[in-house]
């Protein structure tokens, strides 16, 4: 079966510093796998994705996240943390073996402290 | 580009009334769609999926049901409400790798 973890509940991170949230997957086959941002009252943005390729994937708003598959982690990460980045972040996988349905972490809550 | 619809974006209905959400999806044909609802602001409950038209999977027993009449519309709906209905529901579609989602509906049960 496939799960995701996110191991913080909330993450805080001073303005101007780089922050990570963390992500680990099971899966049987191979993982696709996202992120994605939901600000308050708002739906789900997609952030980034890792399909194949390159380990290191870059997304919107300057994030990037890296495929570990010997630690099955997808962490999500940016250089320089803003204020505005304080949302709800959701990691999601997707086993293609498993049919159509995506499988998502239960959110990690940032915030930007200026 | 591919645009998703919900409406309406919030809704207040007493317990046991009946409930009706809508998805339409423009700009693609045979997506895959998804309903979802998220308490207290946090985890998604995946709650039904469509593949295409009049095919619906249930993945949680529940008071609520789903149809799916066209290729690109989605229906929630409920014949009497229970207060834990209470929730953001969010309609999704997928395409071969990424999913999409609406803007979300906010239902108070009162």
Redo the contacts between chains.
């Keep these: 079966a496939q799960s995701v973890a996110q191991p913080e509940d909330q993450v805080n991170v001073a303005e101007g510093n780089p922050l990570t949230v963390k992500c680990t997957y099971s899966v049987s086959g191979n993982p696709?796998l996202?992120w994605?941002v939901q600000y308050?009252?708002?739906?789900?943005?997609?952030l980034l994705?890792y399909?194949t390729g390159d380990n290191l994937v870059k997304g919107s708003y300057g994030f990037e996240a890296e495929f570990n598959k010997s630690q099955t982690s997808f962490h999500l990460k940016k250089p320089s943390a803003l204020v505005s980045d304080s949302a709800?972040y959701?990691c999601?996988v997707?086993d293609l073996n498993y049919g159509?349905?995506?499988v998502?972490?239960?959110?990690t809550r940032l915030s930007v402290l200026p | 580009s591919q645009t998703i619809h919900q409406w309406p974006a919030t809704l207040v209905q007493p317990v046991g009334s009946p409930l009706s959400l809508e998805c339409t999806v423009e700009g693609t044909s045979n997506p895959n769609l998804y309903w979802y609802r998220q308490a207290a602001g946090r985890g998604l409950q995946l709650l039904f999926y469509s593949v295409g038209i009049g095919q619906i999977s249930s993945e949680v027993p529940q008071n609520l049901s789903a149809s799916r009449p066209q290729d690109r519309q989605f229906i929630l709906s409920s014949k009497k409400l229970l207060l834990s209905d209470s929730g953001f529901y969010l309609c999704a579609w997928s395409d071969a790798y990424e999913q999409y989602f609406g803007p979300g509906t906010r239902l108070t049960v009162t």
């Excluded at chain 1, 308050?40 to 997609?46: H, S």
């Excluded at chain 1, 998502?104 to 959110?107: C, D, I, K, L, R």
């Design positions: 696709y996202f994605y308050p009252n708002r739906g789900l943005q997609f994705k399909i709800l959701f999601a997707r159509q349905n995506f998502f972490g239960p959110g």
